[in-house]
């Protein structure tokens, strides 16, 4: 297989958009036939195709007046209401939540009006069981608070706990890189992400995106001095 990059594609006329469409040499979608084939495949498992079907019902109904021509955008609904309605839609019941304990605030709001909708909030913090940061390696110079107890953050229990207590659908509420990966690594029911960290950017990371050519402009040039691809 061929190296492809689809955030690199320099098609305006995409041809995973349109039938008519176009891509350069390494498309996926014009050259790989096989594995899309494949993909189709996992779909027939019915619980698969209901998901995929319903996630797409909700994708569609974020937009009003979907019946107007010539038809311009208009999203409607933020996340929060997407994932109440998609829920409902999916006949979930009992939403797992795993958090950080820097966005506890966050998370109480947050489980306050999924209770309010109607649904059982089982949630667990990062740092459950209190685990000291040593137990991992952590050396006392490389703690945030130096000189003091600090747990680790436990994605693994987090997981566990989410498991046992047999959660419909699991949110995942600001767990830092890395830890996110080991609670998705370890979870069995299907997880969605409400909000990620970033702890500058009060849990925005596209921000620094949008401000690449300002403010962080600095981690838009590679290590030879010039701007990445897509920066310019």
């Known amino acids: 297989m061929e190296c492809f990059n689809c955030a690199k594609c320099p098609s305006n006329d995409k041809a995973c958009r349109s039938p008519e469409g176009k891509g350069p040499a390494w498309c996926p979608t014009t050259t790989e036939e096989a594995v899309v084939a494949s993909s189709m495949e996992k779909y027939g498992a019915p619980e698969v195709m209901e998901f995929a079907r319903s996630a797409s019902l909700q994708e569609a109904e974020c937009y009003a007046g979907r019946e107007e021509r010539p038809y311009v ?20 019941r009992r939403l797992g939540m795993a958090f950080c304990a820097g966005l506890a605030h966050e998370a109480a709001v947050l489980a306050g009006i999924l209770d309010a909708q109607g649904f059982e909030v089982v949630s667990v913090i990062c740092k459950v069981g209190g685990v000291p940061k040593e137990k991992i390696g952590i050396r006392e110079e490389e ?7 600090e747990s680790m953050c436990n994605p693994v229990a987090q997981a566990l706990f989410l498991n046992r207590a047999r959660t419909d659908f699991n949110i995942m509420l600001g767990l830092c890189i ?24 009060g849990h925005n990371p596209l921000a620094s995106l949008y401000t690449s050519r300002s403010y962080y402009q600095r981690l838009a040039k590679r290590r030879d001095g010039k701007r990445g691809e897509g920066t310019k």
Do not use: C, W
């Open 73 to 92: 955008l208009n999203p409607v609904k933020p996340r929060l209401e997407e994932l109440i309605e998609f829920s409902r839609r999916m006949g979930y």
């Open 143 to 149: 703690k945030i608070r130096i000189g003091e107890f």
């Open 178 to 201: 890395g830890h996110d990966s080991l609670f998705l690594k370890n979870v069995e029911a299907l997880t969605t992400v409400f909000a990620v960290k970033d702890r500058v950017t």
